[in-house]
């Protein structure tokens, strides 16, 4: 399985924009980019996932570098509720089924 | 419904005991899934199930047996258990197509004494 390396930690205030980023140099060219949240006491969340292209929803948006070998995940106006651990992920199209988490970023919003 | 649940949410038992986790969904899933999440780190997948049949088991121990009865439920049997297996359970679903994003549910949290 392809590897991804994220800080530990980050730090951001409420209501100002929060930039995650994700390092996966060794990406195939198959392989989707997943981010799962977790927020305290509770199961993982899914929160958005990419190919090549830059993705928009609702809770964020996925900015994928053009060599794919990094990913910015953007919470665009923090509040409290965001604090939580980010996970990005790869996910390859065999054993598309399996996510193997790597150990995250916990994300602290300063009120 | 977007909600996986999962019953109970705790549990204590000791390490002769036979217990049940259990997990149910209603968005029409037919993929589900255990993790086990240890204090302070990531979780790791134990097993998956695919249209009702186990698909990946990354090597857990038989003190661990899942059962998918039905395309809506996922059971986890445990017998025997050490005190090194107190954990978060989760369970989590997903489609088998597009993005397989999985829901995942709040867990049980297990311990063994």
């Not at chain 2, 968005?27 to 134990?46: F, I, V």
């Not at chain 2, 857990?60 to 954990?87: G, K, T």
Request: with cysteine; proline share 6%.
């Amino acid at each position: 399985d392809a590897k991804t390396t994220q800080p530990n930690s980050m730090e951001s205030n409420e209501e100002e924009p929060v930039h995650l980023p994700c390092n996966h140099s060794t990406i195939s060219g198959t392989d989707y980019i997943h981010w799962y949240r977790q927020l305290p006491s509770q199961g993982p969340e899914y929160v958005i996932h990419g190919l090549t292209s830059n993705v928009n929803n609702r809770m964020a948006s996925l900015a994928i570098a053009e060599d794919r070998k990094s990913s910015t995940l953007i919470l665009h106006r923090a509040t409290l509720r965001d604090a939580a651990v980010y996970y990005c992920i790869l996910r390859g199209l065999r054993g598309a089924q399996k996510l193997v988490f790597g150990q995250g970023t916990r994300l602290t919003i300063n009120p | 419904d977007t909600e996986v649940t999962q019953t109970p949410k705790h549990l204590v038992m000791g390490m002769t005991n036979k217990k049940s986790l259990k997990c149910e969904q209603h968005m029409g899933h037919r993929a589900m899934y255990w993790y086990k999440q240890k204090a302070k780190k990531p979780p790791e997948l134990m097993f998956v199930y695919s249209y009702e049949k186990l698909s990946i088991n990354e090597s857990v121990p038989s003190r661990f047996s899942p059962e998918c009865p039905n395309s809506s439920l996922l059971n986890l049997h445990l017998h025997a258990l050490q005190p090194e297996d107190s954990a978060l359970y989760l369970c989590a679903s997903s489609q088998l197509s597009q993005g397989y994003e999985q829901y995942f549910g709040p867990g049980t949290r297990l311990t063994v004494t």
